[in-house]
């Protein structure tokens, strides 16, 4: 079973706003409400490979940024490909 984490907010609308924040960042969210409060089940939308590259890309293009080097990173052949940006 998937890990899950609970998120209290204080009204739906904040919670439908999370939940989209929470998908850019490979996350699922659903929303539960019982009539007096509003609760995000929060869980990882993908498996670990996904989340392995989704955070290895992340990392390498901060790292080519801070450093301002004209490379550009591609997901393919199951990993990822640090390349100079196509002419």
């Given at each position: 079973?998937?890990?899950?984490?609970?998120?209290?907010?204080?009204?739906?609308?904040?919670?439908?706003?999370?939940?989209?924040?929470?998908?850019?960042?490979?996350?699922?969210?659903?929303?539960?409400e019982d009539g007096k409060s509003c609760i995000l089940?929060?869980?990882?939308?993908?498996?670990?490979?996904?989340?392995?590259?989704?955070?290895?890309?992340?990392?390498?293009?901060?790292?080519?940024?801070?450093?301002?080097?004209?490379?550009?990173?591609?997901q393919g052949d199951g990993g990822v490909i640090v390349?100079?940006?196509?002419?």
């Amino acid at each position: 079973m998937a890990e899950t984490i609970q998120i209290e907010v204080p009204r739906r609308g904040i919670g439908s706003d999370l939940t989209e924040a929470l998908a850019k960042h490979g996350l699922t969210a659903d929303i539960v409400e019982d009539g007096k409060s509003c609760i995000l089940k929060v869980s990882f939308a993908e498996g670990e490979r996904a989340r392995l590259l989704a955070d290895a890309v992340h990392a390498i293009e901060a790292y080519l940024s801070d450093r301002m080097l004209p490379l550009v990173v591609q997901q393919g052949d199951g990993g990822v490909i640090v390349r100079p940006p196509a002419d």
